[in-house]
Antibody
Framework: EVQLVQSGAEVKKPGESLKISCKGS????????IGWVRQMPGKGLEWMGI????????RYSPSFQGQVTISADKSISTAYLQWSSLKASDTAMYYC???????????WGQGTLVTVSS | EIVLTQSPGTLSLSPGERATLSCRAS???????LAWYQQKPGQAPRLLIY???SRATGIPDRFSGSGSGTDFTLTISRLEPEDFAVYYC??????????FGQGTKVEIK
């Protein structure tokens, strides 16, 4: 069974750094893209960026370029999303999802809730 | 960046009725690279349709997708109680970014 399992919920203060993870299993991790999607409270889905773990080719939405960093460690089949300095406006649910050829997303991880509050 | 506009914002229907959801793109979506997702409260989205009209694995045949160019439609032929949810379209023909629509909520009338 193809699965993406994300790290647990985080509560952080503004200005702190954070790295959340997404571990893939049940398929060849280096043969599919992994994307990240933001969902702010009560809002819709936003495409953040995507990485191909096979060669670390990474692409960002202009809205998120420079705001987050996407990476992957293929030796442990894990992708990451990180912030160097969180803001309250980063409070959201973050989903990772597998993508063939940087196309549609299937399946999705269970989501990681990030809360940034002083 | 391609902008997707979904309509209506909310669709109020009864079980057994037909649901028709629209997704309109600000410019042509190449190769019908459009997907549809379903999201229920407290759950991650689930892929329903890709390539505008291909059903994902395990998706019932009451869900169908159609369209090309700038106009796409998701049809649920007969609503089951478990179909009441929010539906999103996504284009991936011009990526990055693979933009999403703002969603259509299908609620029980």
């Amino acid at each position: 069974e193809v699965q993406l399992v994300q790290s647990g919920a985080e509560v952080k203060k503004p200005g702190e750094s954070l790295k959340i993870s997404c571990k893939g299993s049940g398929y060849s991790f280096t043969s599919y893209w992994i994307g990240w999607v933001r969902q702010m409270p009560g809002k819709g889905l936003e495409w953040m960026g995507i990485i191909y773990p096979g060669d670390s080719d990474t692409r960002y939405s202009p809205s998120f370029q420079g705001q987050v960093t996407i990476s992957a460690d293929k030796s442990i089949s894990t992708a990451y999303l990180q912030w160097s300095s969180l803001k309250a406006s980063d409070t959201a649910m973050y989903y990772c999802a597998r993508s063939p050829q940087s196309h549609w997303f299937d399946p999705w991880g269970q989501g990681t809730l990030v809360t940034v509050s002083s | 960046e391609i902008v997707l506009t979904q309509s209506p914002g909310t669709l109020s229907l009864s079980p057994g009725e037909r649901a028709t959801l629209s997704c309109r793109a600000s410019q042509s979506v190449s190769s019908s690279y459009l997907a549809w997702y379903q999201q229920k409260p407290g759950q991650a989205p689930r892929l329903l349709i890709y390539g505008a009209s291909s059903r994902a694995t395990g998706i019932p045949d009451r869900f169908s997708g159609s369209g090309s160019g700038t106009d796409f439609t998701l049809t649920i032929s007969r609503l089951e109680p478990e179909d009441f949810a929010v539906y999103y379209c996504q284009q991936y023909g011009s990526s990055p970014p693979g933009t999403f629509g703002q969603g259509t909520k299908v609620e029980i009338k």
